[in-house]
């Protein structure tokens, strides 16, 4: 009997296939709008992180509006994107979750381990990210320096590609999309000092301080990307641009 490979599917994915199998049955009209996400979650009886995920994939994919400060509405068949969001991207909020764990213990590490080139590197890299963001373009640059400079202290091959993969997943179109509506000059100011946080901590040779500096950053982040869309909407516009 002929067998299928079976693949591990995310829950934000069973959970946009489930929403637009029904918009596909007319469950949901072209035009209509949709439950709130605290709604969705509770039907569907998972966490309103793992809703919005969903939902932004569904946006990528043609199938749903999200207008900001009013809801998410279904779009037209022919609007539809000819692919669907890749199986393997991981959801943006479980993403910042994870990292929250792994990068807590790297900078803890780097703050036993750090030398000044190290801290130097680190300076660099926020430097980098202020000036990209007072030019109104997403820092992302910076962002990753900063956060590769930490895991370079660790001296391990794996968690430098762990965190590199963790972060290089930042450019998958979920969160690329999620973050033309949560991230702006606002967001990331808050986000650089933060990182400035970090980099004492680490400089003052503050293992825990560095650990707890890094959970608040990821902890906020989350926050940031959470947030009502309603107040996206008031807090954090315009959008940034994405390219130099």
Same mark, same amino acid.
């Given at each position: 009997?002929?067998?299928?490979t ?9 959970i946009?296939d489930?929403l637009?199998?029904l918009?596909a049955k007319g469950e ?5 709008r949709l439950?709130?996400?605290r709604? @969705?979650a509770?039907q569907?009886? %998972?966490?309103r992180?793992?809703v ?6 569904l ?11 009013s809801?998410?509405?279904?779009r037209?068949?022919a609007?539809h994107?000819?692919?669907? %969001?890749a199986?393997?991207e991981?959801?943006?909020?479980? @993403?910042i ?5 792994v990068?807590g ?8 381990t ?8 680190m300076?660099?890299?926020i430097?980098?990210?202020?000036e990209?963001?007072?030019r109104?373009?997403m ?13 370079e202290c660790c001296g391990?091959v794996?968690?430098?590609?762990t965190v590199q993969?963790?972060w290089?997943?930042r450019?998958?179109?979920i969160f690329?999309r @999620?973050?033309?509506?949560f991230?702006s000059?606002?967001s990331?100011r808050?986000?650089?000092a933060e990182?400035e946080?970090?980099r004492d901590a680490i400089?003052?040779?503050d293992?825990?301080g560095a650990?707890?500096a890094?959970?608040?950053h ?7 990307f959470?947030?009502s869309w309603?107040?996206?909407n008031?807090?954090?516009q315009?959008?940034?641009e994405t390219?130099?």
């Amino acid at each position: 009997m002929p067998l299928q490979t079976l693949e591990p599917r995310r829950l934000y994915r069973q959970i946009a296939d489930q929403l637009s199998a029904l918009i596909a049955k007319g469950e949901f009209a072209m035009g209509a709008r949709l439950p709130a996400e605290r709604d @969705l979650a509770k039907q569907l009886g %998972v966490s309103r992180p793992s809703v919005r995920e969903a939902l932004i994939a569904l946006e990528v994919e043609g199938w749903v509006e999200v207008r900001t400060g009013s809801g998410v509405y279904v779009r037209g068949r022919a609007q539809h994107a000819a692919a669907p %969001v890749a199986s393997t991207e991981w959801g943006p909020l479980e @993403l910042i979750r994870a990292r929250r764990v792994v990068e807590g213990e790297t900078a803890a590490i780097a703050a036993v381990t750090a030398k000044r080139k190290d801290i130097e590197a680190m300076t660099r890299a926020i430097a980098l990210m202020r000036e990209l963001a007072e030019r109104n373009v997403m820092p992302l640059d910076g962002d990753r320096a900063f956060h590769l400079a930490i895991v370079e202290c660790c001296g391990n091959v794996v968690l430098s590609e762990t965190v590199q993969g963790f972060w290089d997943s930042r450019r998958g179109p979920i969160f690329t999309r @999620l973050g033309g509506y949560f991230e702006s000059v606002k967001s990331w100011r808050s986000a650089i000092a933060e990182h400035e946080a970090i980099r004492d901590a680490i400089a003052a040779h503050d293992a825990e301080g560095a650990r707890n500096a890094m959970h608040a950053h990821m902890d906020k982040s989350h926050q940031r990307f959470s947030a009502s869309w309603r107040r996206a909407n008031l807090f954090f516009q315009p959008p940034m641009e994405t390219k130099r």
